[in-house]
C-alpha cells in the first residue's frame, strides 16, 4: 500500500518536520484519554493511539492503510461514509466541530455504541480529519436507568418508589461525568457526585437553584434555548460549550440534554450528562499551535528563499553600476548596497526560523562555549546587569553550529537586557538530564542524554498572550524602530534544526526563563556507555502529600505517578482550594508539592498558611523558573526546588530525599 499524501515532505523542506510527523508524536495523541483515529479526506486512517487498540481490538498495523468504516458495523457504513462526505463538504460545521452517535465494531464482531467528534486540520496536502471516539456504553446505560427509573416512579407503591430512587442514585453517583436532572423551568432536581467534582458545589447548594448559574454571561441565551426545545421533546446532544465552576473557574463541557418523561409519556423534566473535555481541547490547541507554527515556517522559508534571490539581482545592478556613474551619484549606489545588504541579514534570519540555512555542526562542550560568549555579553548588557554562569556538571557536549549556538544567547540576552530597563540579573545556566521513555513520550521528545540550556532575567515578565505569539517572525512587543520580531523566532528555528526542544516560563512581573534541551553528544567523543535506566527508589505507601499545581494536564501527570508509587494524593489547582481541601478531608499532610507562580495565593504563601497547623510538613517546590531565579518568587535560599519538566525518577528521588 503506498504511503497516504500526509506523509510526503517537499524536497526543500527535509530537514524540518512535517504537520504529520506532528500528529505522529505520541505524546500530543495518547495525551487524549479517548481513542483516537487520524483520517485523510480518502477516509484512510493514517494514525492511531494505543487507546484506540485497546478499544477495537486491532494493533496499529493492522489499522494505518484502511478505510476507517473497518470501525464500523456494516449496516452503518453508508450512513457514516455520507456522513464523513457531507463533513468535508460543509466548511461551517468543521469549524464547529462534529458530534455523531454510531455503532461501533471491535476485531472479534462485538458492536457497541460509540460518540465521535470530529475536528479538523489543515496541512498544505489536504484536510486531515481527527476523529475522537469515546465508548458510551456507560452513559446509554445511563440514559436507560433513568429513563426506566422514571417510568417505574409512577407505577411502583411506596417502598418499591424507595428501592427504585436509591438504585438510581447509586448507578448516576458512579458516574465520572456529571449528570444533573432539572424542571423544565430549569431548576435543579438532581446533582450527582460526579457534578459535585467537577463543578465544585455540594447538592445541597444547588438542588432547588437555576441551573444558569453554571453558565457563564456570554452563554446566558443558551440555557432557554435547550429548555425550550427539550418541552417540545427535542434531545440535544453532545455540544460543545462553557461552564463556570464555584470557583470561578471556566470549564470546556460536552454537554447531551434529555427530556425526562412519565408513565403516560408527559414531559416533566430534562436529564443532562456534561463531560469536562478542558484537558482535551488543551491538547488539541497545542496542535494547532504547533501547526501554525509549522505552516509560518515553511513561509518564511519560502519567502526568504525568493527574496534572497532578487537582492542578488539588485546588488549584482548596483556594483556594475557604480563603475559606470560619475561621484557624485555614488552616494546613491552605496545606499543601495547598504538596503541590499540588510535585506539579506533578514533573509538569513527567516531561512534559520524556516529551518532552510545550513549548520555547520561539531561537537562542543557547552560550558566551554558559555564562557566565551559570556565575555561579550557583559558590556552588552551594561553595568546595571549582572551576568551569573551556572554549570550542573563537569561537561556538557551537544553537536551544534557554534555560530549558531552564540546567535541564540545573544538573543536571549537581548531580549533579557530589554526586559530590565532598571538593571538585574542574567542568568545562564546548563545542565545534563537523562529523559527516560514515559516524560519523552509525554512531551514529544526522543528519550535519552539532553543537555540543557537556560536563559532567566528576573525582568518584567510576559503575559499568557504574549508568550503564546514569540516565536512568531515580525513579532515584537518593542516600539518601532526598535526590532524586528525576528530574535526569538530565529531562537526556535536553530534549536529545531539542531533537534533541540524549547520551552518558556514567564509571568508579568517575575521574570522570564528559557529552558532550551539539546540532544546529548558524549557518545561521539567515546565518553560515556549506554544510558541504564536508572532505579526508582523504595514506595512509600500511605504517605499523604497535597499537590497544588495549577497546570491542569501537569497536574494529573503528576498525581498519576505519585499514586502509582503508594503515595496518597490530596491534589488542588490553586492556594484557596488547596485549603479547601484541608478542611474538607482534615486528614495530616506529610509532604506539600506545590507550584511557585500561581494565581491568586502563591506557593510560599500557601505553605506559611499551612505550617502552623502542619508543623512536620515538609515542603517541595516545583517552578519553571531556575533556582537561582526563584528567590525572586519570594523563597529564601535552603529550599527543595523540583524544576519542571522534570522525569518520574527526579520527582520520586526529591520526594524520597525531602522526606528521609
Known sequence: MSEPAVFNQSRDLAPSKTVADTLLSAGILEAIPDAVAAVNQQGVII??????????????????????????????????????E?????????????????CGRRRDGSEFPVEISLSPVATSDGTIVLSVIRDISNRKRIEDELRRANEELDRRKSR?????????????????????????????????????????????????TPISVLAPKARADEIPAILEKIRHGERVEYFESVRVTKDKRYLSMSISVSPIHDADGKIIGASTIARNITGQKKVEDQLRQSQKMEA???????VAHDFNNLLGIVTACAELLRSRVDSGSLEYIDNIREASTRGASLTRQLLVFGRRQPAQSQVLDLNDRLKDVSRLLRPLMGDDVETVLLSRSATAIIEADPGQLDQIVMNLAVNARDAMPKGGKLILETGVFDFDEAFAREHSMIA????????????????????????????????????????????????????GHIWVYSEPGRGTTFKLYFPGAEHKLGLVSEIQAEAPPPRRD????????????????????????????????DGTSALEVIANKKASIDLILTDVVMKGMSGPELVLRLLDSHPGMRVIYMSGYTGELVVNQGIEGGIRLLEKPFTRIDLLKTLDAALG
Do not use: C
Open 296 to 302: 509560518v515556517g515553511r513561509l518564511a522559508g519560502g
Open 47 to 84: 494514525q492511531v493511539n494505543s487507546q484506540t487498540e485497546a478499544l477495537f481490538g486491532y494493533t496499529r498495523d493492522e489499522l494505518i492503510g484502511q478505510k476507517v468504516e473497518m470501525l464500523v458495523p456494516e449496516g452503518q457504513r453508508p450512513q457514516h461514509h455520507l456522513h464523513r
Open 86 to 102: 457531507h463533513f468535508h463538504q460543509q466548511p461551517k460545521i468543521r469549524r464547529m466541530g462534529s458530534g455523531l452517535d454510531l
Open 160 to 208: 418499591e418508589l424507595r428501592d427504585s430512587q436509591n438504585r438510581l442514585a447509586l448507578i448516576v453517583d458512579s458516574s465520572q461525568d456529571a449528570i444533573i436532572g432539572k424542571s423544565l423551568d430549569g431548576i435543579i432536581t438532581h446533582w450527582n457526585k460526579g457534578a459535585e467534582q467537577i463543578y465544585g458545589y455540594t447538592a445541597q447548594e444547588m438542588i432547588g
Open 542 to 573: 500511605g504517605v499523604t502529600i497535597l499537590l497544588t499545581e495549577d497546570d491542569e494536564l501537569i497536574r494529573k501527570l503528576t498525581r498519576k505517578m505519585l499514586q502509582d508509587h503508594g503515595y496518597i494524593v490530596l491534589e488542588a489547582e
Open 448 to 499: 535519552g542524554r539532553h543537555v540543557m540550556l537556560a536563559v532567566s532575567d528576573n525582568g518584567i515578565g510576559m503575559d499568557e498572550a504574549t508568550r503564546s505569539r514569540i516565536f512568531e517572525p515580525f513579532f515584537t512587543t518593542k516600539e518601532i524602530g526598535k526590532g524586528t520580531g525576528l530574535g526569538l523566532a530565529t531562537v526556535y528555528g536553530i534549536v529545531k534544526q539542531s533537534g
